[in-house]
């Protein structure tokens, strides 16, 4: 069961985190506990993650308890809700509308018909209510520690989205590379290789412009231009400075933004540099309109000497192995509830089509595992 309140201005900063979400999946899932109500999305090809936590002290009130149900094993199991966001969308479509007109915005679900009420009190007496159906689902969790990573970066937003001005609207992907001298942020190399891309962006930040600045190594990782965009819209609402959290190319990549009232993670692979030589229908990948087939010859050949472990999907089911001696290492939560633990997989290794051989996509998927609570009775 699900409770909160919220006054105009939370309303905005709340449509602004279902906005940065929207660039990553078609779905959203409500994640409500005794810590806050969480907002999840994963995109399908699991290399994009998105989680913002709100506090109960963002709210006005906030209200939790366990939704329990009996199963068909007569064990207790957690009601999670996940919400299309084609639904949710338009209810907060016009956020500077809603803050000045919205008084107080209330937020609960009725279990029984598996519903999920948005309930606004305007302005001059006008009530609005959005009834939106919900599916029960499990969200998923990242898992990955952004705090092992070599290189941290944390600047304004207003600085940041300075820095990528330049870029134009149909940018797919950017390039970050750092060195303890300068921070540049650039268009893809590969992009610029396309003649119909007639521009390329360059722009070159240097220490002094963040408010920490931490480089262990040289890298120059490629990711997603879009998911940056949406978290640039969320930041600038609520004025918090964004961490970078990354290491070498083909590592994932975390931007997060911690505040009193909330805290927001998002998780994007990166562009590997040398492809891993086998893929596995459990670590699907971004796909990628470029396909180059010298890289596809030299990975096939490669593929024999050396195999590269993944970051790869982990639903919290029986573990298969995904290739042969490999270790899975399963890191701490974003809610850093551990240590590392190391473990060796057992299992049959799955055949991979000839077609998702032959395009050798290149972006990682992200470890993935089901968020899953003690529910008291």
């Known amino acids: 069961m699900l409770k909160c309140g919220m006054n105009g201005s939370q309303v905005k900063v709340f449509g602004k985190a279902i906005h940065a ?18 907002l999840r999305s994963v995109n399908s090809c699991r290399s994009a993650y998105g989680c913002v936590l709100f506090s109960p002290v963002f709210f006005q009130h906030y209200q939790w308890s366990a939704s329990v149900e009996m199963n068909e094993n007569d064990t207790l199991s957690n009601l999670n809700c996940k919400l299309g966001m084609k639904s949710i969308l338009p209810i907060f479509r016009c956020l500077n509308s809603l ?21 606004f009190f305007c302005r001059h007496g006008v009530k609005r209510t959005h009834n939106v159906c919900f599916q029960e689902s499990q969200p998923l969790q990242v898992v990955f520690e952004k705090n092992m990573c070599t290189n941290t ?52 930040v240097g220490p002094d412009e963040f408010d920490f600045f931490q480089i262990g190594v040289d890298s120059e990782i490629t990711f997603c231009f879009k998911e940056l965009k949406g978290v640039l819209i969320f930041s600038e609402a609520t004025h918090a400075p964004i961490s970078i959290h990354f290491d070498i190319p083909g590592k994932p990549m975390a931007l997060s933004i911690d505040d009193m009232l909330l805290e927001a993670n998002f998780i994007l692979a990166t562009l590997a540099d040398e492809p891993s030589s086998g893929s596995s229908p459990q670590s699907l990948c971004l796909s990628q309109k470029r396909k180059r087939s010298d890289l596809v010859c030299s990975n096939s050949k490669a593929g024999e000497k050396d195999r590269k472990a993944t970051e790869y999907i982990s639903r919290k089911a029986t573990p298969k192995r995904l290739y042969p001696n490999e270790t899975l290492t399963t890191i701490c939560t974003l809610e850093n509830c551990g240590s590392p633990i190391g473990k060796r997989v057992n299992g049959n290794i799955t055949e991979v089509p000839e077609a998702v051989s032959a395009t050798q996509r290149k972006y990682q998927g992200l470890c993935l595992r089901k ?5 008291e009775t």
């Open 99 to 119: 803050e000045r007109n919205v008084e107080k915005c209330t937020i609960f679900t009725r279990s029984d018909k598996c519903k999920v009420v948005f309930r």
């Open 371 to 375: 968020v899953k609570r003690n529910v």
């Open 153 to 204: 970066l944390m600047i304004q937003p207003r600085v940041l989205a300075e820095a990528i001005v330049l870029f134009t609207s149909s940018q797919e992907e950017v390039t970050l590379a750092v060195t303890p001298l300068n921070v540049c942020i650039k268009s893809s190399n590969e992009e610029s290789m396309d003649l119909t891309n007639s521009v390329y962006s360059e722009m070159f």
């Open 21 to 38: 979400l929207s660039r990553i999946s078609d779905e959203l899932w409500l994640d409500p506990s005794e810590k806050g109500l969480a």
